[in-house]
């Protein structure tokens, strides 16, 4: 066939177009490649570092600029999920949440559009719907939380079997695996219907393999895992002196490092030690580069109440209620305010204090539903039941227990006094290390508490458990925690629930 000059431009013509179109569809290729890659640096070492550390304005600076420049690092926007997840679940301000939570499904969409080829894409999306799941409860949204739970236990699981050997995963997949191994029994069918399958003992020995891994992605989520470890040492193993062993040996800058140095403070707080939580909170390193955090007058007021110094402990109180923004432990707070007031003989201010009990926060937390309790039955606590808890709380066994010399039952009036004096003499001895004297007591108390409101006989019977599970008498340990978790209706029920269910894992391990 002859070809004339137009047949030659168009020939030419459709060829170039070819080409263009080819070389642009290169080039959108080799840009989505550039938009998606996890590429885990200094920079973005330092900027973790600086947002799990609480120094969230620290990291957002560099977060924001790495985002508005279109950075194609994909780690980025884990990053800015974490801060948005711990301003939104320590400062609970309602505005702050209501910008942050959308975009944990846009961070979900750029995330499932990115490389998928990797142990980063499942544990990305995990660690996305974890976030989510988490500020989901927290600000009550408790469908969607469980269904964003659901999705991160099944993408950790599934990207644990593709990848077994990625340490990070087993952080998360080892927390989700202890929470779901101490779900009460009368639940278990609906996780098995869920496809749910928990132990305590894998998913604690999981998150310790991560702590003591060597390999490349170690320093990847080693701040949540030193966060998360002790907690489900304390909570779920019960064993307080391998909690605390850990925090004093895993070499935490508490100084620095805000998180930990709340997780500390919280659990010396919750086991007798306010002088050491004081301590900490008192050290912390302070200014512009850290999320300022109400919740820090909150421990300190808790610390202050425990060691007697009331007028600290009603400052640093009003502190927080005056500066928080949200609702978890404000009842708790008021509460404690109100009984500063008692103490101090001053009824006009304790009941001003207590009607902002009712008034105030919510009823989510286990401590606000007994501040709530108590302040709706109108009746001012035992004073000297009052000093001796705080004094036994406070860690001082011997002076709590002179408050009480001389008492027996029958200088109280009331079954509710009456079980709490047994549950006071119990709690000493037992802290004192007296567990037959202790263990004599707790058996009063759950005879005397075991048809009240009140939380007395149920952990009662639970810290008889915790006794003889410490000496392997495992039957009767079982027995006890079976007694703790059949009393209904009492205050702190799910926690207790939840320690005795576990409790009774161990001993049938």
């Given at each position: 066939?002859?070809?004339?000059r137009?047949n030659?431009?168009?020939?030419?013509t459709?060829?170039?177009?070819k080409?263009?179109?080819?070389l642009?569809?290169?080039?959108?290729?080799?840009?989505?490649?550039?938009?998606?890659q996890?590429?885990?640096?200094d920079?973005?070492?330092k900027t973790y570092?600086?947002?799990?550390?609480?120094?969230?304005?620290?990291?957002?600076?560099?977060?924001?600029?790495?985002?508005?420049?279109?950075?194609?690092?994909?780690f980025y926007?884990?990053?800015?999920?974490?801060a948005?997840l711990?301003?939104?679940?320590?400062?609970?301000?309602?505005?702050?949440?209501?910008?942050f939570?959308?975009?944990?499904?846009?961070?979900?969409?750029?995330?499932k559009?990115?490389?998928k080829?990797?142990?980063?894409?499942?544990y990305?999306?995990?660690?996305?719907?974890?976030?989510?799941?988490?500020?989901?409860?927290?600000?009550d949204?408790?469908?969607?939380a469980a269904?964003d739970?659901?999705?991160?236990?099944?993408l950790?699981?599934?990207?644990?079997?593709?990848?077994p050997?990625f340490?990070?995963n087993?952080l998360?997949?080892?927390?989700?695996?202890?929470?779901?191994?101490a779900?009460?029994?009368?639940?278990?069918w609906?996780?098995?219907?869920?496809?749910?399958?928990?132990?305590?003992?894998?998913?604690?020995?999981?998150?310790?393999?991560?702590?003591?891994?060597?390999?490349?992605?170690t320093?990847?989520?080693?701040?949540?895992?030193?966060?998360?470890?002790?907690?489900?040492?304390?909570?779920?193993?019960?064993?307080?002196?391998?909690?605390?062993?850990?925090?004093?040996?895993a070499?935490?800058?508490?100084k620095?490092?805000?998180?930990?140095?709340?997780m500390?403070?919280n659990?010396?707080?919750?086991?007798?030690?306010?002088?050491?939580?004081?301590?900490?909170?008192?050290?912390?390193e302070?200014?512009?580069?850290?999320?300022?955090?109400?919740f820090?007058?909150?421990?300190?007021?808790?610390?202050?109440?425990?060691?007697?110094?009331?007028?600290?402990?009603?400052?640093?109180?009003?502190?927080?209620?005056?500066?928080?923004?949200?609702n978890?432990?404000?009842?708790d707070?008021?509460?404690?305010?109100?009984l500063?007031?008692?103490?101090?003989?001053?009824?006009?201010?304790?009941?001003e204090?207590?009607?902002?009990?009712?008034k105030?926060?919510?009823?989510?937390?286990?401590?606000?539903?007994?501040?709530?309790?108590?302040?709706?039955?109108?009746i001012?606590?035992?004073?000297?039941?009052?000093?001796?808890?705080?004094?036994?709380?406070?860690?001082?066994?011997?002076?709590?227990?002179?408050?009480?010399?001389?008492k027996?039952?029958l200088?109280?009036?009331?079954?509710?006094?009456?079980a709490?004096?047994s549950?006071?003499?119990?709690?000493i001895?037992?802290l004192?290390?007296?567990?037959?004297?202790?263990?004599?007591?707790?058996?009063s108390?759950?005879?005397?508490?075991?048809?009240?409101?009140?939380?007395?006989a149920?952990?009662?019977?639970?810290?008889?458990?915790?006794i003889?599970?410490d000496r392997?008498?495992?039957?009767?340990?079982?027995?006890?925690y079976?007694?703790?978790?059949e009393?209904?209706?009492?205050?702190?029920?799910?926690?207790?629930?939840?320690?005795?269910?576990?409790?009774i894992?161990?001993?049938?391990?």
């Open positions: 066939m002859t070809l004339n137009s030659i431009h168009r020939s030419f459709f060829t170039g177009m080409k263009a179109l080819f642009l569809l290169m080039i959108c290729s080799l840009k989505g490649l550039a938009q998606s996890y590429l885990w640096n920079k973005v070492q570092e600086s947002m799990s550390s609480l120094r969230i304005p620290e990291a957002r600076k560099i977060i924001d600029k790495e985002l508005s420049n279109h950075t194609n690092n994909l926007s884990l990053l800015e999920s974490g948005d711990y301003q939104s679940f320590f400062n609970e301000n309602l505005i702050e949440y209501n910008n939570y959308p975009r944990f499904e846009k961070r979900i969409d750029l995330i559009a990115g490389p080829n990797t142990p980063y894409y499942l990305s999306l995990g660690l996305l719907h974890f976030h989510k799941a988490i500020l989901a409860i927290k600000f949204k408790n469908i969607e269904l739970y659901r999705k991160a236990y099944v950790f699981k599934e990207n644990k079997e593709l990848y050997k340490g990070p087993n998360y997949f080892g927390l989700l695996t202890t929470i779901i191994g779900v009460p029994t009368n639940y278990q609906m996780l098995n219907v869920l496809g749910f399958k928990g132990s305590i003992t894998k998913g604690n020995e999981l998150v310790l393999s991560y702590i003591n891994s060597k390999d490349e992605n320093k990847m989520a080693m701040n949540e895992a030193l966060l998360i470890y002790p907690y489900l040492v304390m909570n779920f193993e019960g064993n307080t002196k391998k909690a605390f062993d850990f925090i004093e040996h070499n935490y800058d508490f620095k490092n805000h998180i930990h140095a709340y500390a403070t659990l010396y707080l919750n086991h007798q030690q306010p002088q050491k939580a004081l301590e900490i909170a008192g050290n912390i302070q200014g512009e580069a850290y999320l300022a955090m109400p820090w007058n909150y421990e300190k007021g808790h610390g202050y109440f425990y060691a007697m110094k009331l007028d600290n402990a009603e400052k640093e109180l009003l502190s927080f209620i005056n500066t928080f923004k949200g978890f432990y404000v009842k707070a008021y509460e404690k305010l109100s500063i007031a008692y103490l101090q003989n001053d009824l006009k201010k304790a009941n204090y207590r009607a902002e009990v009712i105030k926060g919510n009823l989510i937390t286990e401590a606000d539903k007994l501040a709530y309790q108590n302040a709706n039955a109108k001012w606590p035992n004073l000297l039941l009052l000093k001796a808890r705080i004094l036994s709380d406070g860690g001082f066994q011997a002076q709590a227990l002179n408050v009480l010399a001389d027996t039952s200088d109280f009036t009331t079954e509710e006094d009456r709490e004096f549950y006071r003499l119990a709690r001895y037992d004192m290390g007296d567990k037959e004297l202790a263990i004599k007591y707790y058996k108390t759950i005879v005397k508490g075991k048809n009240l409101k009140q939380y007395f149920a952990r009662a019977a639970l810290q008889i458990g915790l003889y599970e392997k008498d495992y039957t009767n340990a079982i027995t006890f079976t007694n703790c978790m009393m209904k209706n009492t205050a702190f029920k799910n926690s207790l629930d939840q320690k005795a269910k576990s409790g894992l161990r001993c049938q391990k």
